[in-house]
């Protein structure tokens, strides 16, 4: 099972790409933990991921999100914007496998 973590500013904005993700992962047969927290708490979450994408709100704060996740040893990268506004959980679905996979 894959284990994928959005962060956002608050943790909230992301829920519905969340549920838009878990859709296409059903639909792909593809079994995966989705979930999404606010940006305080990602560095916790992130023990128990495989992945981190990041709102692109917060692009910013990529650099150190890297380096909590060089420590526990997952791949970290920002969410396209027009992916993100559109709500597309199949496009951000495959960036996170293809992160997993690279």
């Known amino acids: 099972m ?5 962060a956002c500013s608050a943790g909230m904005s992301t829920s519905l790409l969340v549920t838009k993700m878990k859709e ?10 989705i979930w ?10 992130m023990k128990e991921a495989d992945v981190l994408l990041i709102g692109p ?17 997952i ?3 920002v969410i396209d914007p027009m992916s993100y506004g559109r709500v597309d959980g199949k496009a951000v679905l495959e ?8």
């Open 36 to 45: 999404a927290v606010a940006q305080d708490k990602a560095p916790k979450d």
């Open 2 to 6: 894959k284990k994928i973590l959005l």
């Open 75 to 77: 791949p970290v990268d």
């Open 57 to 73: 709100q917060m692009k910013f704060m990529k650099k150190k999100f890297e380096k909590t996740a060089a420590e526990v040893g």
């Open 24 to 33: 296409a992962a059903e639909g792909k047969g593809i079994e995966c933990e």
């Open 95 to 102: 960036k996170a496998l293809g992160l997993l996979e690279s």
